[in-house]
């Protein structure tokens, strides 16, 4: 397993941006499917992005798709969400995960059908209307 540490969340008006990060600790990172996900108040936790092994394929949740963007360093062991056009329904507490199956269970991952195999703490984001 690895253990992760989120950071980068805070209070930001509509329309601005955000950068959050995640720290991750442990063997391997680079043989994880990393991603994040996200919990508004009252509603379930929900995909929002993820991220191959190489960095080298990306998947987003719909609602997100072409304002955020997730990356990854191997050699620093971190992955990043940039977060643009921000609303106020992306208020949420955002998590970070990582998976050590294969891209092929990204689909999974973004259904809900499976659950990754570690999590971080989650970091707060609030978008003020």
């Known amino acids: 397993q690895v253990q992760l540490v989120e950071s980068g969340g805070g209070l930001v008006q509509t329309g601005g941006s955000l950068r959050l990060s995640c720290a991750a600790s442990?063997?391997?990172?680079?043989?994880?499917?990393m991603g994040w996900f996200r919990q508004a108040p009252g509603k379930e936790r929900e995909f929002v992005a993820a991220i191959s092994w190489s960095g080298g394929y990306t998947y987003y949740a719909d609602t997100v798709k072409g304002r955020f963007i997730i990356s990854r360093d191997n050699a620093k062991n971190t992955v990043s969400l940039q977060m643009n056009s921000l609303k106020p329904e992306d208020t949420a507490l955002y998590y970070c995960?990582?998976?050590?199956?294969?891209?092929?269970?990204?689909?999974?991952?973004?259904?809900?059908?499976?659950?990754?195999?570690?999590w971080g703490q989650g970091t707060q984001v609030t978008v003020s209307s």
């Open positions: 995960a990582a998976d050590p199956r294969g891209w092929g269970y990204v689909l999974d991952l973004s259904r809900g059908a499976s659950v990754p195999g570690s």
């Open positions: 442990g063997r391997a990172f680079s043989n994880y499917v």
